[in-house]
């Protein structure tokens, strides 16, 4: 598939698009020849962050503004081919402690969107970021697309019903989208400020500042780690791929780490950091969705994406860019 | 089980407590001696109707008010044993023509209610209205509580979304609820005023005043019709049986009857009243579900519960019941 040749010129919104995976998706295309408009509320709580485009800056242009705000949305979706879906509230363990504003980010937003596009530009391709918390409780030891949907968040109860929102607009009303469901996602400009979510840059940052990073329970669990270039790339090609239209695919990298030996490999990579072992808080616990293996076939079978970065090569990656530039992220 | 024993002195609540459903289920409990409280938008669009306790209305607390009201909620939920929570917008047509209201009433207000049992009152026991609409396009020929969920309107999508808030609320927190999937209700004290929901209602109408009914394509659908009583006593026996905690149960007849032979019922119950059969209109073909056969094993397994009202004599006391008090509804 010709990348170059499918994006160049192409109107490509990107919402959350300072964002972690939002921008990695910018970094990716913008050579391409896209013409790319990021909207991004920069949220302070999320991980919008000017920095993570300062090197093509001037390739892009950055809408600072709120999905839920209908009259922004209805304007900015109107002739774009594309729009890849990031915006939300990312943390589910803020979502439960605020649940009205999760719900409107998540759910509301989202709907913003989608009418948008139902009225003012039908002929768009969206790529929704959703996410594995849609699961709750792992019942089967490879987790493919059909696994039962029992979020034990709000969090993952709304990036739910935002799935089924993206599903019931394509077969209502021909908009069409496609949904990836995120394993565990890690890598260079995620935010490391706070342990809320995607915790290997959190990690990261305490190694890099000498100090203990505490690992509930025994560490045994194990977590599907995937490289923010290879979500992005998972992305660009969604967008292009015939046959993903109301489709949902796992986004993973397919095989599994102990929780423990993440942190471990971080503490060595970094060369720093200690390690602690505690018992679960009562809340998290309950929230544990347990063992987690992914099943990415269905993706590779329909775009012939892969991922490319394990997590060693990953985790290096992120030394070296944390190294550099861990000032613009905390 | 002896249900005047368990419901003697209870403290209930009833959100939507004047609607068709609503109310059906404080005309059963009234007798048994619970102290009953109802709230009640009485929003012009849906089913609330303060007819619909005329012959009770010294023996329980009314207060109009709505389920998005957090202060109102969270005083109300206080002191109670059962909450009977069926507030809604009710409308899969409208749903999509309004999704911020269908948002704000069906999730929101869900939140509200289960934040403040939460807080106030974990001891509860809620009893959620949800619908056959969380389905989507039916994929078996006996639709039992594990059928996928994939709705075509938001109504379902929202209904589907407080269904796992729910469940949710009891995983994380341990506020007890559980949910019936109601199929396709009829009966008195139902609204007659439109078609937006519960067509038996609205032809009954029509073919009292003498009118023609339209039927859509063939009328060859087949449908659950399940009568309110049927439905009230299933909300009351979920209420107090062992077991139901964190479950969803189907709430149908068990059987299935073709579109048109409802109709046909209806004329021929009535008296009066003609039949056209008329092409579907766009909107509406793509929000058929299909033929739909409801298995009601699991409802009837836990908690003893049995329709007992046949299609035929639900049409003859709904007939009764229009006739003497049709002003009321229009």
Redesign the interface.
């Known amino acids: 598939m010709n990348l170059v040749l499918l994006y160049k010129n192409k109107k490509v919104l990107i919402t959350g698009g300072l964002g972690f995976l939002g921008s990695n998706i910018v970094n990716e295309i913008v050579p391409f020849g896209a013409e790319v408009t990021i909207i991004d509320s920069l949220n302070p709580l999320y991980g919008g962050n000017i920095f993570n485009i300062e090197n093509i800056k001037d390739k892009v242009k950055v809408i600072i503004g709120d999905i839920r705000d209908e009259n922004l949305i209805n304007e900015t979706v109107k002739d774009k081919d594309i729009i890849f879906n990031l915006a939300a509230q990312v943390s589910y363990i803020d979502s439960?402690s605020m649940?009205?504003e999760d719900?409107d980010i998540d759910?509301?937003g989202q709907?913003v969107i989608l009418?948008a596009c139902r009225k003012y530009n039908k002929g768009v391709k969206i790529v929704f970021a959703s996410s594995r918390m849609v699961l709750g409780k792992i019942l089967s030891e490879a987790v493919d697309e059909n696994h039962p949907t029992?979020?034990?968040?709000?969090y993952g109860?709304?990036k739910?019903?935002a799935e089924?929102?993206h599903?019931?607009y394509f077969?209502?009303y021909g908009v069409k989208s496609v949904i990836l469901r995120i394993t565990n996602p890690f890598g260079e400009r995620q935010q490391i400020k706070h342990s809320k979510y995607s915790l290997p840059g959190w990690f990261m940052r305490l190694a890099m500042e000498g100090k203990t990073i505490k690992i509930f329970g025994d560490g045994n669990q194990l977590r599907d780690y995937i490289y923010g270039t290879d979500i992005a790339r998972a992305f660009v090609l969604c967008a292009v791929s015939d046959n993903t239209d109301g489709e949902i695919y796992n986004c993973g990298y397919g095989e599994s780490w102990h929780f423990k030996d993440m942190v471990n490999l971080i503490v060595k990579t970094v060369g720093s950091g200690d390690i602690e072992f505690v018992p679960w808080p009562e809340n998290y616990e309950?929230?544990e969705t347990g063992d987690f293996k992914t099943d990415i076939s269905k993706l590779i079978k329909t775009t012939g994406w892969k991922p490319e970065i394990s997590i060693e090569d990953g985790i290096k990656r992120m030394v070296d860019y944390y190294k550099e530039h861990k000032d613009k992220y905390i």
Chains 1, 2 share one sequence.
Do not use: V
């Not at 029992?150 to 709000?154: A, F, Q, R």
């Open positions: 439960n649940p009205f719900l759910c509301k709907l009418e029992n979020p034990l968040s709000l109860i709304h739910l019903t089924k929102y599903l019931m077969k209502d309950r929230i």
